[in-house]
């Protein structure tokens, strides 16, 4: 699951300490090394998303711009410079890479849920979200349920097998 706000995330290829973690993480994922110019965040989207398109699914949330220029108004009004620049994209070059992030995102509709249009507020973000995921679970463990009902013939053989399931790979020694 995936959400973006006006900011693009930590990146900069003269963050020295990002890339000190760069060099680190090359060790295990040597495909980063063509995206040290791109955030963290985006790594995570592309790890979980990009790379193994059929193989995982995902979801993405991507925030009106326009709620975030409003929070960052209000911030700067009151004085509170380090609180509004959570609400904007750290520079012109961060606003162009999270553009097209979206428009990446937005390609690859056939295999995972972007919602659009952006959502105006977190309170609908998390809604969608929850919705999502309810209606993508919901069906999913319905089956699991059944299935084990069926082998089982009912609610608490089921039960009785999920408690022995949390006991049977574990060791107890003598008291």
């Known amino acids: 699951v995936g959400f973006y706000g006006a900011r693009y995330g930590w990146h ?9 973690n760069f060099e680190q993480a090359r060790k295990d994922y040597p495909w980063i090394e063509k995206y040290r110019h791109r955030s963290v965040t985006e790594l995570e989207f592309i790890a979980g998303h990009f790379n193994c398109l059929r193989e995982k699914q995902a979801a993405f949330y991507f925030r009106d711009l326009a709620y975030d220029d409003t929070i960052k108004r209000e911030l700067l009004a009151k004085g509170d410079m380090r609180g509004a620049n959570k609400f904007a994209a750290e520079s012109n070059e961060a606003a162009v890479l999270r553009n097209e992030l979206k428009t990446a995102v937005l390609e690859t509709t056939q295999h995972c849920l972007v919602r659009v249009p952006d959502y105006v507020n ?7 979200m929850f919705e999502d995921l309810k209606k993508t679970l919901d069906p999913r463990i319905a089956v699991s349920i ?19 399931n949390t006991r049977a790979k574990m060791y107890v020694g003598d008291e």
Do not use: I, S
């Open 122 to 128: 977190p309170e609908e973000g998390a809604r969608w």
């Open 146 to 164: 059944a299935e084990r009902k069926n082998r089982l013939g009912d609610v608490e053989a089921v039960q009785h097998e999920a408690f022995l």
């Open 12 to 20: 900069g290829v003269r963050d020295e300490l990002l890339m000190r």
